[in-house]
């Protein structure tokens, strides 16, 4: 393994020397995401979405003397170490100058210890949430535009002291997301007067979750949040209460908020209420008028940030004039940040241009990009209630 890395780095090298002298006409960026595994109904539109960026650089003609950009993807499964792990460097063999990713938290610390440092190559996750995320030694090339889950855990709990809830029942994925926000949402809801009556960890996987709702229901608690993933555990922790009568409202945090879990868990999921990473107003306007001309929903939890993602490595390109992750990823926390021109989806080439001529951007985004400390995003969430059978945005914090 050892040797791979020291061969891909150098290959790497290579590449990048190659695109500062001469500027390749073709740049690929990796699009590294749990296309299949406990997220997958999710990584269909976030792959869109980084893609719609790229397709849109690359219409500009303004990108890097008229360098098309091509997608690769690869899959994460989400919770899978060795398969994201050899996926990134497959994609690093294949060229890539950037990559999009990882999305679970999990595995994206693991691309990001054992391939991205090794070989130097810049990387924005548009969903991987672990506070652990925010100290862990990244060389200055990982950046994510979602929220850490440590400002998560302090929107959940005003929602759920706004909503009167007094206790709560709380149960997480057995990994490093969902033990990182469950600790988030009880540190917060205790802060506020809240009581956690128990905290309890599950396995994704399992056929029968009966034992686990047994414990949830015997501690009690107004409502169950599941911190978990709605296509996995989450889903069956949902269903195993509601079939057992245990608990009939949920809260639901961001790996579970999506369109497969009303769809299969129907009516009876009327009234639960969580909130995602997303933002309202020009941006999010624009992604979504774009996106269903591209054929896809560009509102899609995580789609916003896959295109802000996609933008902000090509916006990092353009200010240095390179596609040497070494050369430009100084430059993300400038094109993401005031001063400059705002830039909104749609906007792309303009701000590219103006990059061209030496000037400076103040990349907005699909989701109201603001990178603060360590290169992640300052917040900005969504609030959710599921109604008739769907999930409805009901306000913003």
Partial sequence: MKKLLMATAATALMAGAAFADGHSKEVKIGVLLGFTGPIESLAGAMAAGAELAMSEVTASGAFMDGATVTPLRADTGCIDNGL?????????????????????????????????????????????????????????????????????????????????????????????????????????????????????????????????????????????VVAGYLDQGGLGIIQASL?????????????????????????????????IAGSGGKGTD???ALSKEAGFDGTSPYAPESYDAAALLMFAMQAANSTAPADYAGKVLDVANAPGEKIYPGELAKGLEILAGGGEIDYVGASAVELIGPGESAGNYREIEVKDGKNETVGFR
Wanted: glycine share 16%; with cysteine.
């Fill in 84 to 224: 994201s792990t050899a996926n990134a460097e497959r994609l690093i063999a294949d060229g890539i100058a950037g990559l999009v990713g990882g999305d679970c938290s999990g595995v994206t610390g693991a691309i990001l210890q054992n391939v991205a440092i090794p070989n130097g190559m810049v990387m924005i996750s548009p969903s991987a949430t672990s506070p652990g995320l925010s100290t862990m030694e990244d060389n200055g090339l990982f950046f994510r535009t979602s929220p850490s889950d440590a400002r998560e855990g302090q929107v959940m709990a005003e929602v759920l002291m706004d909503r009167g809830i007094k206790s709560i029942a709380l149960t997480y994925t057995n990994n490093d997301y969902g033990k990182g926000l469950a600790d988030a949402i009880v540190t917060s809801f205790e802060a506020a007067g809240g009581e956690v009556t128990i905290n309890a960890a599950h396995e994704d996987g399992k056929a029968d979750y009966s034992a686990e709702v047994g414990a949830l229901a015997s501690a009690g608690g107004d409502i169950l």
């Fill in 243 to 275: 079939d057992s009568g245990a608990f009939d409202t949920f809260g639901l945090p961001g790996g579970m908020i999506g369109d497969s879990l009303p769809k299969n868990v129907g009516s009876d999921l009327n009234g639960s209420f969580g909130q």
């Fill in 286 to 288: 624009a992604i979504a």
